[in-house]
């Protein structure tokens, strides 16, 4: 009698989260950000890296690109190093694109919706190509400094930190507590420096 074979988990393996997958998917958007940043002039508040990177090349920017280029090559050989003998699917890249789309289409619905309910909306003007460009570039500064600024370090290794000083305390509030301060944090970040929000209470 042959033993039962495991089922193939398919397609739903890649729903999983992976933390080396995860982290590899995190590089098109650090490479595509460093590669558009300089030609658009602009950075992410969070980026404290590009300008630094920008004075070891000297402000040439074939330099630069083959810098960020050559950074990425030594991040997926670090991944591949440290990673080796863990599980990684290839297919998660897809089923993250799939879902950012679908994302996307369903905000974007729900933004015009409600920008459309506005007295304001009748005055609205479509941003110009730079504008989109900018709002490209800008938004995988976002997705790439942010995120590792207030979700990883912020609230992730914060969380650790305060597990570590109130150990008596419920685990789930010590983490309800904690993203509240981060959020708030995160929240107050839009609004400092030159190209930050001004502050309205309402």
Known sequence: ???????????????RSNAWTDLALTLP????????VVMLNVRNAADFFTSELIAFADKNLLVY??????IGMAMIVLFATLGRGAAFDWRRFFV???????????????????IGSLPLAATAIAPAADARSVGLI?????????????RVGLFG??????????????????VLGWGVVAAAVFSGWHYVGPLGDAFELR
């Not at 009698?1 to 729903?15: C, H, I, V």
């Not at 690109?65 to 050559?70: I, N």
């Not at 290794?157 to 010590?174: D, N, Q, S, Y």
């Open 1 to 15: 009698m042959s033993e039962p074979r495991a089922e193939d988990p398919g397609l739903f393996e890649a729903f």
């Open 29 to 36: 958007v650090f490479i595509g950000y460093h590669l558009g």
């Open 65 to 70: 690109w083959g810098l960020v280029v050559g």
């Open 96 to 114: 993250v694109l799939l879902e950012g789309a679908v994302y996307a289409v369903l905000m974007r619905g729900a933004a015009v919706a409600a």
């Open 138 to 150: 800008m938004s995988l500064g976002a997705g790439f400094y942010e995120e590792v600024a207030f």
């Open 157 to 174: 290794l914060g969380t650790v930190a305060v597990r570590a000083f109130f150990g008596g305390v419920a685990k789930w509030t010590l």
